[in-house]
């Protein structure tokens, strides 16, 4: 499950949940983009079988979290409906030899749904979105990868919203 990474401080607990139930969102995108590539699946038939079976649901004895389900049903519409805008912003932003189509399935949906996020949901701080999807990172792998969403989302934020980092350093990964 990904972390929540807005403070518990925050002194509503509408404000949690509501960042909480983003955090469902974001990482059932992920699954349902994973989904869709490896089955072949369209939007419509990945946000009904998510929304019915998947969010907020215990299958196979792991509990998916609760979403806001406006939030993720934009998000896999969004990363769909742009991706041919989004795929060659993460081919500039990771490392030459090595284009999007090459990085594994996971990791390539993450990415579509943080550049999304970065590139058209402007009321999400974009520091806010990269640490997200880094957290959901650490949700599937324990190695190098979350680094790796760290490093090509700090990239493409810097690309398509450098006004947010004017006079910050680089991540310097990717």
């Known amino acids: 499950?990904?972390?929540?990474?807005?403070?518990?401080?925050?002194?509503?607990k509408n404000s949690e949940s509501k960042s909480s139930e983003r955090s469902g969102a974001r990482l059932a995108v992920v699954q349902a983009l994973y989904d869709m590539e490896i089955s072949g699946k369209g939007v419509i038939e990945a946000l009904a079988e998510f929304e019915t079976f998947w969010i907020g649901r215990?299958?196979?004895?792991i509990a998916h979290p609760q979403a806001e389900i406006a939030f993720f049903r934009d998000l896999l519409r969004g990363v769909v409906d742009e991706q041919r805008a989004i795929d060659p912003q993460l081919d500039g932003a990771l490392a030459a030899g090595w284009p999007l189509k090459r990085i594994e399935a996971v990791l390539r949906a993450i990415l579509?749904?943080?550049?999304?996020e970065l590139m058209y949901r402007r009321d999400v701080p974009a520091r806010v979105a990269i640490s997200e999807y880094v957290d959901v990172a650490h949700s599937f792998y324990d190695g190098d990868e979350p680094g790796l969403i760290n490093g090509v989302l700090d990239k493409v934020a810097r690309e398509v919203r450098g006004n947010e980092f004017a006079g910050l350093p680089a991540s310097g990964r990717a």
């Not at 499950?1 to 509503?12: C, F, L, P, V």
């Not at 215990?58 to 004895?61: A, F, R, S, T």
């Not at 579509?112 to 999304?116: C, E, F, H, Q, T």
């Open 1 to 12: 499950m990904a972390k929540n990474s807005e403070s518990k401080n925050s002194g509503s």
């Open 112 to 116: 579509r749904a943080g550049a999304y």
């Open 58 to 61: 215990e299958v196979d004895g």
